[in-house]
Each structure stands twice: as C-alpha cells, then as structure tokens.
C-alpha cells in the first residue's frame, strides 16, 4: 500500500509561484515513475508532468512547459512540482500518483493517487 499526501495549494496572483509536495509513505515509490495531474471544476484530470525512477527523466503537458518543474528526493520519498508564471487557467485541484516503468500520460496507468490539493490562481 502506498499513501500520498499533496501539500502546498493556495491562492496566488497571475504571475506569482507555488511550490507543491507529494510525501509518499508504505511501500513509497522506489523504481516508479511519478506524476502530476490537475483537475478543474467540471472538466477531466488532465496530464501535467511526469518524471522517470531511473535517470529523473521527464515530461510536461504543452500548456505548463516552460513554467512547470517537477522533480524528486527519493531520499525523502517526495516528489514536488514547482510552478511558476501562473495563469488563471492554471487553477484546479492537483494530484500526484504513483505511475509505471515510463512517463505515462494517462491517469489510467497510474495506481496510486494523493487526496489533491487545491490552487487557485486569481487574475
């Protein structure tokens, strides 16, 4: 069994940053890859970045790259996602989830989800 727990959401500025964590606990995720996804009122869970297990590879949706890092401490069980240069349209409940071998863009590859944590983004 794996938890993870999303910390770092709030409201911030068009512009500002927020810094988000994803602790795993139980089995971890040691040799998975990790990702994040974000989900807005009314709509899907969409794909918005992914890093490898094995050499911190990674992947980002189109509409974060550029200001988007995700990144991981598997010393302390964590994966984070930085996020810079934030837009309204940025604003969702994220979540982090425990993934496969490889940068999966779809939810359903991933088997373990976080409870999410919200960001707004004001204009």
């Known amino acids: 069994q794996v938890q993870l727990v999303e910390s770092g959401g709030g409201l911030v500025q068009a512009g500002g940053s927020l810094r988000l964590s994803c602790a795993a606990s139980?089995?971890?995720?040691?040799?998975?890859?990790m990702g994040w996804f974000r989900q807005a009122p009314g709509k899907e869970r969409d794909f918005v970045a992914a890093?490898?297990?094995?050499?911190?590879?990674?992947y980002y949706a189109d509409s974060v790259k550029g200001r988007f890092t995700i990144s991981r401490d598997n010393a302390k069980n964590t994966v984070y996602l930085q996020m810079n240069s934030l837009k309204p349209e940025d604003t969702a409940v994220y979540y982090c989830?425990?993934?496969?071998?490889?940068?999966?863009?779809?939810?359903?590859?991933?088997?373990?989800w976080g409870q999410g944590t919200h960001v707004t983004v004001s204009s």
């Open positions: 989830a425990r993934g496969g071998q490889g940068l999966d863009l779809n939810p359903y590859d991933y088997d373990y």
């Open positions: 139980g089995r971890t995720f040691s040799g998975y890859a």
């Open positions: 890093i490898s297990w094995t050499d911190a590879s990674t």
